[in-house]
């Protein structure tokens, strides 16, 4: 009985001794999360504090680099920091449940080391003591004891493996949410490089358009000042209206016959023309044909290179 009080004493301390680790353990971790906490807050509002009020220049002799952190800085370095916490977390957890976990080996080796030295404390009396001189009520006691003492190693036993189990699905459980955190973010970036590129694609295709109609331009351009009209801009002037109400009346007129007609302010009037022809010879064939159009009543069409005002 002296030994099993002894080995119940020396569990009882084990056991202490562990809850006062494990507190001291959880303590230094919350500890740690919250100096964490402030230094990321403290980080964020002083970054926020020098955009808000930038320091005025001083002598060149004292002048400091002032602190450069962009949006993205700031964002990488909080999420450095909640990575940390979240590793400093995660050891705290895993060292408690190991700690768990030995405490109660260690209290099921006590319970076996004393249900061993009470197994034999009691078969070194039954070698002397005759067994009609122990009352039924005690050997009753001893077989419920003995059956007690082998259901706490049991129980030891298995509470033991339940928090190998339990550490072993934990562990599972965080490389799980580190590898979904690492594609969520793959995927992002790959996300943000897609779109970057197809920006630059449609950077680069505008730029090629707006290159192909300058380039375009200087050539109709170089085209007028080399021959002082554009392809295909050969017109037949019918006559020349006084105002916009008998250019209207005229253009109406040739319009009805079937001719594409075109008019242009200057500043004597407004002038009546029939085209383009894509030639002088085609132009010329077609003043011909206006002059001797009867239903016209004009005999006064003449060829003209007429340039239009958005080329000229």
Do not use: C
Not at 195 to 211: G, I, P
Request: glycine letters at 4%; charged letters at 40%; zero cysteines.
């Amino acid at each position: 009985m002296l030994m099993n009080s002894k080995q119940r004493w020396m569990g009882g301390v084990v056991l202490l001794g562990g809850g006062v680790l494990l507190a001291a353990l959880l303590l230094k971790g919350k500890e740690e999360i919250h100096q964490n906490n402030i230094r990321s807050s403290d980080l964020v509002e002083q970054v926020q504090q020098q955009k808000k009020n930038p320091q005025p220049e001083a002598e060149p002799v004292m002048q400091l680099q002032p602190l450069t952190v962009d949006v993205a800085t700031e964002q990488r370095l909080l999420e450095e920091q909640r990575r940390a916490r979240e590793k400093a977390v995660a050891e705290q957890e895993a060292r408690a449940a190991e700690f768990l976990a030995m405490q109660q080996q260690a209290e099921a080796e006590a319970a076996r080391k004393a249900a061993e030295e009470y197994a034999a404390l009691n078969a070194h009396r039954a070698s002397q003591q005759s067994s009609d001189n122990i009352p039924p009520e005690l050997v009753e006691d001893e077989k419920a004891k003995q059956k007690r003492l082998a259901d706490d190693a049991k129980k030891a036993e298995a509470e033991k493996k339940a928090a190998e189990q339990k550490k072993a699905e934990d562990a599972k459980k965080a490389e799980e949410k580190r590898k979904l955190e690492a594609e969520k973010k793959a995927a992002e970036q790959k996300k943000a490089e897609e779109k970057r590129k197809a920006e630059e694609a449609k950077k680069a295709e505008e730029k090629r358009k707006l290159e192909a109609e300058k380039k375009k331009a200087e050539e109709a351009k170089a085209e007028v000042k080399k021959e002082g009209k554009p392809n295909g801009q050969w017109m037949v002037q019918v006559a020349l209206a006084a105002n916009q109400a008998n250019a209207d009346s005229i253009a109406a007129k040739l319009r009805s016959q079937g001719y594409k007609v075109t008019k242009s302010p200057t500043s004597k009037g407004v002038r009546i023309m029939v085209g383009p022809a894509k030639s002088r010879e085609a132009a010329d064939d077609l003043r011909k044909k206006v002059n001797s159009d009867p239903s016209l009543n004009t005999k006064s069409a003449w060829v003209i290179d007429w340039v239009p005002l958005d080329k000229r």
